[in-house]
């Protein structure tokens, strides 16, 4: 007992240290045109992204801040820092990574996964990336994996067809945003047919304070191309709330597999507002696995646009809300072409008066025959100070489709525990026990790692869950 | 000093009074039959002694080897020993068998002084060679211990999932509660060889049961019949015989002559 609770700790101090960087350049707090200009500046881009950002600044500025989902209104724009450039360098050996930055990566594993069970690393520090690697063989076989930075420059034709086109900047107040302040994040692109055996993986780490952090993924697979891409999340605990804002495109050609797996452990001070979409062709199949445990509020919504005959879409995710936690999620499926399939499961537990809602639309267009959807939603309380809410939206415009729409929301039974006790488990053990089994459809989707990582995480989460 | 010693309980449920000074003592190595209708408060007394928050003690005390129990959680009560095998166990979607019943024994192995948990397995390798082999004592596929507790199971394959921690945590006292409802004559014979085969001196079984079956292959010591929150009698296994030709009628008539 002593022995796991010793574990525990370390594991918990992994995320929330801090380290003292000198950055080569911070931009000042708040965001104006000059600033938009000197990111550009900085990163030496071509005129085209310049023009875009600056296109998405105007977007963002219009847009009212949305009102429906999580409570957004402490937001403060001129509060943050906008850009924060960590190194001159980008590695593609860990050595060539400033010392205190790898430390830090060391210390969150991420070196240790590659050499394990990863077929490449980006490693993103504040606003840019800092470390990247491709195995070699992937990289004969055509297959790009960089940052996106890297990207506008080397590789302009098929970053300038398919940049915004997923999630244009009039999507939401925040894709604008992003599209107007984005640094770093992944360019990945498999070439035809080119299967991709181990993830990819990226890992984004805020370390200072008030900063704010505007990746920018793009994923492109091509016919029958297959990747898996996986992301993690952390950053330490500041007095000052941080803000994350993501864009992520996807573009499945026909018959291509492209399975996407985020576990964000912000702290909980970070605002993660992100906004995740796919567009699948014929045959494709799109997945995203998401996992939210931290962070202050999310509001994040993985969405899949079916546009080709029998594409096929899987949402699954968990979001895990403790005290001053909302967990705004859900899932967004869009039936564009006939016989498409989608599947959403989401899972979401409340503790110590955290809130978690499901926030879910299916659509289905007109002459869409033949779709089938099913959606499962289950919460699960844990006291009574939590709460739940399940906002499903169905939008069906066409007949002949099967939709199945399924929600329960639960609390631990008291003739559970009593069995899980009877047998020799203290009740906190059982609470755990219980809450694992919960989410194990979810957690037996990630790599073994990180499913060992999940669960040490829930474990950690659940400690002292009884008074 | 009996094993297992409860005097005169008096427990209510919801502000109803169920058991009504019930006195019962169980030794090691014995196996008693409690009998009785329905309502008459046999599952009451088995959950109570294991401590299910719901049944609440007016008075009266419960002691395993001489200590009063009543204030301990029900995982403490575990540790010392005493078992439960539930009527209707719970589900528990995607905790499997295997994992739990190796944290259950975890747990239990933790008191590493008592005699019980030196017949535990220590290590996942002892206790997964245990458990298979139990499995198939009890007539089930191996898949059965890496399906979610509860989840799916027939009447039946509950029935062996409570046999199985039984064997596997090797209590010092064990409640069977109604063992053998919902059992065909196979599984039942199944169960029966199983309980027999792990029958010892260093373990007391009560059987809970409304028929005399079940007591044809799990032969009891002791026979008590409940009705009404009391046992209101006692003896060897040849009340079983006359319950069973008779009816609890029988027990009513005697019990009322005595009251009077």
Redesign the interface.
């Known amino acids: 007992?002593q022995a796991t609770k010793k574990k525990i700790d370390i594991d918990y101090t992994k995320y929330d240290f801090k380290d003292e960087i000198k950055y080569v350049y911070q931009s000042k707090r708040g965001l104006s045109r000059e600033i938009v200009e000197e990111i550009s500046y900085w990163k030496n881009e071509p005129d085209w992204m310049r023009r875009f950002r600056l296109h998405s600044l105007e977007v963002f500025l219009k847009k009212p801040m949305p009102t429906w989902g999580a409570d957004l209104s402490e937001i403060n724009f001129d509060e943050y820092i906008y850009y924060i450039k960590p190194t001159d360098r980008k590695g593609k050996s860990w050595d060539e990574v400033p010392e205190k930055i790898r430390q830090t990566f060391e210390r969150l594993g991420i070196p240790e996964a590659e050499r394990k069970f990863l077929a490449g690393v980006g490693a993103q520090y504040e606003s840019e990336v800092v470390y990247h690697s491709l195995r070699e063989d992937l990289m004969k076989k055509g297959v790009i994996f960089v940052d996106i930075d890297t990207a506008v420059r080397e590789y302009p034709e098929i970053v300038k067809k398919y940049f915004g086109t997923v999630v244009p900047p009039e999507d939401n107040k925040f894709a604008a945003l992003n599209s107007a302040v984005w640094s770093g994040g992944s360019f990945v692109y498999v070439p035809k047919g080119v299967k991709v055996d181990f993830p990819l993986q990226a890992y984004f780490r805020i370390n200072a304070e008030s900063v704010g952090q505007f990746e920018r993924t793009l994923i492109i697979a091509e016919e029958g191309a297959s990747v898996h891409y996986i992301e993690g999340c952390t950053a330490p605990v500041y007095s000052e709330d941080s803000l994350h804002s993501a864009v992520v495109e996807i573009i499945a050609l026909p018959g291509s597999h492209v399975r996407y797996t985020t576990v964000q452990n912000w702290s909980k001070n970070v605002y993660n507002l992100v906004t995740k979409r796919a567009v699948a062709y014929e045959g494709a199949f799109v997945e995203w696995v998401d996992g939210n445990l931290g962070s202050k509020v999310t509001m994040k919504y993985p969405a899949v646009y079916l546009l080709g005959r029998g594409a096929k879409a899987e949402i699954l995710s968990i979001a895990y809300a403790g005290a001053g936690q909302h967990q705004d999620t859900g899932a967004k499926v869009i039936h564009v072409a006939p016989y498409t399939t989608s599947n959403i499961v989401s899972k979401s537990i409340s503790k110590d008066g955290g809130r978690t809602s499901y926030r879910g639309l299916v659509k289905v267009q007109k002459g869409a025959v033949g779709v089938k959807s099913t959606v499962k939603c289950d919460a699960l309380m844990l006291d009574e100070f939590s709460r739940s809410d399940t906002y499903p939206y169905m939008e069906i415009d066409e007949e002949l489709v099967s939709i199945g729409h399924e929600a329960t929301v639960g609390k631990i039974?008291?003739?559970?525990l009593?069995?899980?006790?009877?047998?020799?488990?203290?009740?906190s053990?059982a609470l755990t026990?219980?809450v694992?089994?919960?989410?194990?459809?979810f957690a037996k989707e990630l790599p073994l790692d990180y499913a060992i990582e999940l669960n040490k995480l829930i474990k950690l989460e659940m400690e002292g869950a009884i008074g | 000093m009996p094993t297992l010693e409860v005097r005169d309980l008096y427990v209510s449920v919801d502000g109803k009074e169920i058991l009504k000074g019930l006195n019962f003592a169980i030794n090691k190595g014995e196996i008693h039959a409690l009998m009785g209708p329905n309502g008459s408060g046999k599952s009451t007394l088995a959950y109570t002694i294991m401590g299910h928050p719901k049944y609440k003690i007016e008075s009266g005390d419960i002691l395993f080897e001489g200590k009063s129990i009543i204030e301990m959680k029900p995982d403490e009560r575990a540790k010392l020993g005493l078992f439960l095998a539930f009527q209707y166990p719970v589900e528990v979607p995607g905790v499997t068998l295997f994992n739990f019943l190796w944290k259950a024994i975890q747990a239990n192995n933790l008191d590493s002084t008592s005699p019980r948990v030196s017949k535990l397995p220590k290590s996942v390798i002892d206790y997964k060679r245990e458990l298979i082999d139990r499995v198939k004592n009890l007539n089930m596929s191996e898949i059965f211990i890496y399906r979610p507790i509860g989840v799916g199971f027939s009447g039946g394959e509950k029935k062996r999932m409570e046999i199985l921690q039984m064997a596997m945590l090797k209590p010092t006292i064990a409640f069977l509660d109604e063992p053998d409802s919902g059992l065909d004559i196979d599984s039942l014979k199944t169960v029966a060889d199983v309980v027999n085969s792990i029958r010892s001196q260093d373990l007391g079984i009560v059987v809970i049961t409304h028929y005399q079956r079940i007591l044809n292959y799990i032969k009891p010591d002791f026979v008590h019949i409940m009705l009404d929150g009391r046992i209101v009698k006692s003896g060897g296994p040849e009340i079983v015989e006359k319950l069973e030709q008779e009816g609890y009628a029988w027990i009513r008539e005697t019990t009322a002559e005595s009251a009077d």
Not at chain 1, 413 to 416: I, P, Y
């Open positions: 007992m039974s008291e003739d559970q009593f069995y899980l006790t009877s047998r020799g488990l203290t009740e053990e026990l219980v694992l089994g919960f989410i194990e459809p």
